[in-house]
Structure formats: structure tokens, C-alpha cells
């Protein structure tokens, strides 16, 4: 009696692969353009994963650099309501004293400031400017981050001797002292001359929208009393020594501020740590929504390939017949078509990742030759690259089943008669 063995699977054998692999890349060739205009739409789909990914993390970075430029780990508060509701009264304004008891008495801070905002006129030449005059505590050029462009910026003798020195804006500056050296020019200020000690900027410009304008003056914060007649805090600043212990310094500066004053007065305490996060928020959403958007250009794509292929599958069903009669097993024609399928997503893959890579080092190339832009820092995912191939790869696979399947499918004695 004869022992049967297991005869191997032909799609087992190397020669299998090889020779189906051969015949899809042939089947190709033959058809260059068609295959060409069939991966289009895979280009341009992993090409958008990759680039609003990109985008958003550009995006993102960017927004999260912009708020931090204000300032590192910043709480700052002002008075919004004083115990009596008609009339601010002097008690419940932040003093001086409550400023330096946060120094000191609340963990975590590295540094406080404050400021006193006074709109007032400056006279150069005998031509009046209107100026935002700020007095400013020791510390807010470290807290705001700000930038001396010339010049320097206010040491503690000026603080403690109440020097009429003072900061100009880089652009109240170049107004006021077009094509000069501005560092120890004589100002007026009020009925008050001033010594141009520095000229400064925002790290990063909050458009006006902080006590910092285009027309704003820097003076130390004790000559502020001189202009208004008392000398309290409009907005203090917190800062604390790490990001995590933001909430804990928030919460600590409205408690303080509510025990070192009566009931009534009512303070705004806030971080920005609000704002990042909202940041983040957006941000993300955004990137959800493009990739949203680049999934269902591959989809239509992958509807693309299917419907191209089914018409590749009618034009050579004399093809499969033929082979089919000379013994091709139904593997061998449906994996064909699924390599042509995955050739056709994989190479549309390849290109549009290269695309999407190149034109990020393309806007730094061209950024690098305008200095005055910045550092433009456009972060690549290489995790997008990764499911950007993958996904495209595997739509092509998937749409491609069903027309390699109805090619394995055909009946070969119809499929010869096919004219």
C-alpha cells in the first residue's frame, strides 16, 4: 500500500512568488501611463497625510512658542472689582507690599513684577507723540522676556535713587529718533525729562495686546507716584519655577491676594497655561480634521485603482484564459493582480512621502535667505511617513481584492472566446 504525502502548495515554493512577482511588474510596464495616472491619486493622498500632519505641528509649535514668548510660566492678576462697587479705592489695589509677601511667602515663584500703565504725551523737538508710560518693577524684563536692542536696561541703583532714566520701544524709537542713536538722548515726558538709557522689544510682539505697545516708555516704578499721585500695581506678575507648579502659584497669588484685602475686592487671577492648552486643543483638532480629509482623497484613490483595474481585468481576459489553459491555479492570476494593485499604492506612496519631505526643507532653503522672517522650524513626523505608506499600501490591497478576484474567478473556456 502506497503512503501519501502532503504535496507542497505551489504558493509555497519561491519560483511561485518570483514568477508572479515578474508577470505583475510586465503587466506594468505595458501600461505605463495608465498606471501612472492610476497612482495620482495615491500621491496626492499620502502626500496630504504627511504634509497636515506637518502642518499641524508646525502649527502647533509655533502657536505654543508664540504664547511662551510672552512669558515662561506667568500669572499674572489685576483688580476687576473694588469692595465699594461704585468708587476704586486704594486699599484694595495691589501694593508693593503685597507683591514682595509673594516673593517670599508663596512657594515655587521665581520671580514677581508689576506695572502702572499711564497715557501720557512725549515731547521731542517741540512736537508732541502720544506715549503708553509704563512703570515697571525690577524682574519684568525677565518675566516679559524682553529683548535690549541698545543700550540696557534699569539696574536696582535706579530703582532705589528713582533716576528719571528710561526704555524706548524699538518702533517709538526709530519715530522719535529717525536715523539717530536714541541711548542718552534727553526726552520730556509730562513736565518730566528723561534720559534714554535703551532702546528693547518683545521677544515675541503680542500686537498690543499686553501692556506693551508700539508707543510704549519704560520708567522705573517708583517714579510713578510723581505722575498719579499714588503708587500701586495695575497688573502683577507671578512667576513660577516650573511649568506643573503653574496652578498650585495660581491659586496661592488669589488666595493671598483675598487674605491681604477686605471682602468685596475682587481680583482676576489667571496663566497661561489655559491658553496653551486650547492651543493644543485647536491644534489637534485641525490635524484631525486634514487627515480626515487626506483619508478619503486615498479612498478615492483606492476607488480609483479598483475601478481601473476592473477595466484592466475585461481587456485581458484572453490573457487570463490563456493562462488559466495551461494550468495557472486561481492563486497565481488573483495575487498577480493584488502585486500590480500594491505596486501601483506602494510606488504613489513612495512619491508623495518624498514630495511631502522635500517641500519642508525647500521653505527652510528659501526662509534661510530672508533673515528678517526668523528661524522657521517645520517639524517632520516620521510616525505620519510610517501610516501615510501603510495606509496607502493597504488601500490599494484592499481595492484591489475584488477585481484580482474576479480575474481568478473566470471561467478559462469563456475567457478564450473573449474578443
Same mark, same amino acid.
Not at 501694593?95 to 515731547?123: C, F, K, W, Y
Not at 525647500?362 to 501603510?390: H, M, Q, T
Not at 495606509?391 to 473566470?410: D, E, H, I
Given at each position: ?117 499711564? !497715557? ?9 507723540? !502720544? ?179 476592473? +477595466? ?78 501603510? +495606509? ?28
Amino acid at each position: 500500500m502506497l503512503r501519501k504525502f502532503p504535496m507542497k502548495s505551489l504558493r509555497d515554493t519561491p519560483a511561485f512568488w518570483v514568477e508572479t512577482w515578474a508577470l505583475a511588474l510586465q503587466a506594468l510596464r505595458a501600461n505605463k501611463v495608465r498606471a501612472a495616472l492610476t497612482m495620482l491619486g495615491v500621491i496626492i493622498g499620502s502626500a496630504c497625510i504627511v504634509l497636515v500632519v506637518t502642518v499641524g505641528l508646525a502649527g502647533r509649535r509655533y502657536i505654543i512658542r508664540q504664547i511662551e514668548g510672552v512669558g515662561a510660566n506667568i500669572v499674572y492678576a489685576y483688580l476687576i472689582r473694588s469692595s465699594n462697587s461704585e468708587h476704586v479705592t486704594l486699599a484694595d489695589q495691589i501694593s508693593v507690599d503685597d507683591m514682595e509677601a509673594m516673593r517670599t511667602g508663596i512657594p515655587h515663584v521665581r520671580q514677581v513684577a508689576g506695572t502702572n500703565n499711564i !497715557p501720557m504725551t512725549l515731547v521731542v523737538g517741540g512736537v508732541e507723540r !502720544p506715549v503708553n508710560l509704563i512703570g515697571v518693577t525690577n524682574g519684568f524684563q525677565q518675566i516679559r522676556n524682553l529683548v535690549i536692542v541698545s543700550g540696557r536696561y534699569f539696574d536696582p541703583d535706579d530703582m532705589a535713587t528713582r533716576s528719571k532714566v528710561c526704555l524706548l520701544t524699538k518702533d517709538l524709537a526709530e519715530e522719535v529718533f529717525p536715523g539717530q542713536d536714541p541711548v542718552n538722548q534727553v526726552i520730556r515726558v509730562g513736565e518730566m525729562y528723561f534720559t534714554v538709557i535703551g532702546v528693547f522689544r518683545e521677544r515675541v510682539s503680542t500686537f498690543g495686546q499686553s501692556e506693551i505697545t508700539r508707543g510704549s516708555l519704560l520708567i522705573p516704578f517708583p517714579l510713578v507716584k510723581d505722575f498719579t499721585g499714588e503708587s500701586y500695581i495695575e497688573t502683577l506678575y507671578v512667576q513660577a519655577d516650573r511649568p506643573d507648579e503653574v496652578p498650585d502659584v495660581t491659586h496661592a497669588v488669589a488666595d493671598m491676594l483675598q487674605s491681604r484685602h477686605r471682602t468685596g475686592a475682587q481680583y482676576f487671577v489667571q496663566n497661561l497655561t489655559s491658553l496653551l492648552e486650547t492651543a493644543r486643543r485647536i491644534s489637534m483638532a485641525l490635524t484631525l480634521t486634514l487627515v480626515v480629509i487626506a483619508l478619503i482623497a486615498l479612498i478615492i484613490s483606492g476607488i480609483g485603482i479598483m475601478n481601473i483595474m476592473l +477595466v484592466t481585468v475585461t481587456e485581458r481576459t484572453r490573457e487570463i484564459g490563456i493562462r488559466k489553459a495551461i494550468g495557472a491555479p486561481r492563486d497565481a492570476i488573483r495575487y498577480q493582480f493584488l502585486m500590480e494593485a500594491f505596486v501601483i499604492s506602494a510606488t504613489g506612496a513612495l512619491a508623495g512621502i518624498g514630495i511631502a519631505t522635500f517641500i519642508p526643507v525647500l521653505i527652510d532653503y528659501v526662509v534661510s535667505y530672508f533673515p528678517e522672517v526668523g528661524n522657521v522650524d517645520i517639524p517632520i513626523s516620521w510616525l505620519s511617513v510610517i501610516v501615510a505608506f501603510v +495606509v496607502s499600501s493597504s488601500t490599494g490591497l484592499l481595492f484591489g481584492f475584488l477585481p484580482a478576484n474576479r480575474a481568478a474567478k473566470m471561467n478559462p473556456t469563456e475567457a478564450l472566446r473573449y474578443e
